[in-house]
């Protein structure tokens, strides 16, 4: 419907929301702020994997677009964390094959899941997810407190920690949401001190795990690579700007934003799910 305003021809703006199209802006702007999220805390997947499903792609497919769209910023953090992988790399082989193990076994089970039973799992891993993101901040400052009482030298157990992150691992092929925070605390009560040893190898198993799984999801045909690429491209580009401006933003304010986000998003799931 038009009109003509001083001689100008003008849309009215009830038509406006049939020419816009919400799920494409949705999914931009939640594009956007899990590539922020992501850079600074982590989370991201509260909102980029309900967007990609809103654009009515099956839960599978999504979980795998959402995986692949936001694995890059994985990536490049092994550069970053280089140096330190480096000077630990005995510790480092047993994490890369319990990701390359855990991530590979992880995503075969969600390629042979029922996209029905996966819709129904989703509200329950995103409830877990966040749970797990509200429970970080406490459990990671009393891990800190003891890693600043240790003394000597920490006691490490190679094939407890194996199998612990081989079950991470499993669970990051799967889905995937709040997994930076268990390989974290997991290390830490295995004996690790250094926050940068520490990052160093999380890095390793995530980035590891997440690989698999996406050269699974990639050959299996499951990755909508239309929605992919837009996300992977703004993700990409809002964790580096995020990145360069995170010191700006108080840390307790975003981590309590991403646990709203994420139980809002479970009970919206709990919800819709039929």
């Known amino acids: 419907m038009c009109f003509r305003y001083n001689g100008v021809r003008m849309m009215h703006p009830a038509v406006l929301p049939q020419i ?8 931009t702007t ?12 982590g989370g991201g997947s509260f909102l980029l994997f309900p967007a990609i499903m809103s654009m009515r792609v099956l839960p599978v497919q999504a979980n795998a677009t959402n995986s692949v769209a ?48 996966f819709l129904y799992i989703v509200p329950w891993l995103l409830l877990g997810a966040a749970l797990l993101f509200a429970i970080s901040g406490p459990v990671s400052r009393q891990l800190a ?8 030298p920490a006691h490490r157990r190679r094939l407890p920690v194996f199998l612990a992150a081989l079950a991470v691992c499993f669970y990051i092929g799967y889905f ?19 926050m940068h040893e520490i990052n160093a190898l999380k ?3 995530i ?25 992977m491209v703004i993700c990409a580009a809002a964790g580096y700007i995020s990145a360069h401006n995170a010191h700006r933003i108080p840390q307790r304010i975003l981590r309590t934003a991403v646990v709203c986000i994420g139980f809002g998003m479970s009970i919206w ?6």
């Open 20 to 27: 816009i199209n919400w799920r494409w802006l949705w999914l």
């Open 30 to 41: 939640a594009s956007l702020l899990a590539g922020g999220i992501n850079a600074v805390a």
């Open 70 to 117: 936001l694995w890059p910023g994985q990536f490049t953090s092994i550069v970053a964390y280089w140096k330190d992988i480096r000077k630990n790399l005995r510790h480092a082989w047993p994490l890369a094959l319990a990701g390359f193990l855990g991530g590979s076994a992880g995503a075969l089970i969600l390629l042979h899941t029922p996209q029905r039973s």
């Open 145 to 152: 407190l003891r890693r600043s009482a240790a003394t000597g």
């Open 176 to 194: 995937g949401a709040g997994a930076g925070f268990l390989i974290i605390t997991m290390l830490s009560l295995s004996g690790w001190q250094d």
């Open 203 to 205: 890095v390793v198993a």
């Open 207 to 231: 980035t590891l795990a997440r690989g698999m799984a996406i050269l699974m999801f990639v050959v299996s045909g499951q990755v909508v690579w239309r929605y992919c690429a837009l996300a």
């Open 269 to 274: 799931f709990f919800v819709r799910t039929p």
